[in-house]
């Protein structure tokens, strides 16, 4: 985990990546507890480009050259495979631009906020991401009215009623 | 089902959730490094368990039949 993160901030300093954030379960892993994953989502910011087309082969270049494995579609550090993926919304797009800064063991990183981790849980709408987010809800770890502000912004709020009713029916 | 099936000792009903909750609040309480570990640990178990299942079923012979 330590060489992905460092990794990952080599990229931002090298102007590879603009910024990151780490979301998914690792991300939730913060506020919550451990939950179990295969791989850390890693949420970045690419330059501005000149062409059409999104391309993350200068990331995973780098990423290799800074010890990484490419192994199908992530790159792995160790027993980690990071994915890397993109602001592909305006809700990724903020949630990058809003991440905590905080650190892994000393080495400085970004999660996103609890709000934009249900937000953007709510918005893949798996099984297994209503059951996060009914988890933030009954742990209290993410403040609901920010949420349902998110969720009227990005048309989530009936995904939002739905886990609601779910938090509501694990607490009886 | 019988009377037996359905009796709750209410005591230790209570107990078993205080146990669960004081578990949760160690489990939440942990530093995000410990957290990960503890992640990596789930998974290296994963990986032991789905082994041991191929195994299991390779020396069985046939994978297991999903029609039923």
Redesign the interface.
Known sequence: ?QDALKALNCLVADGVIQDYAIGG??GA??Y???????DIDVFVFLPRSSGPLVTLAPVYDALIALGGQVDREYVRFG?WPVQILTDANALIAEAIREAAD?D??GIPTRVFMPEHLCAIALQTGRSKDYARVILFLE?NEVDLDALSVLAVRFGLSEQLARALKGAQGGAK | MTEDALKIDEEKTAFNARAKASMRAYLKSRTWPEKIASIERMNEAGKLAREGMRKARARKGAPRDRSL
């Open positions: 985990m379960a690792i892993s913060f919550l507890p451990a939950m179990q994953t295969e027993n905080t892994y063991d742990e």
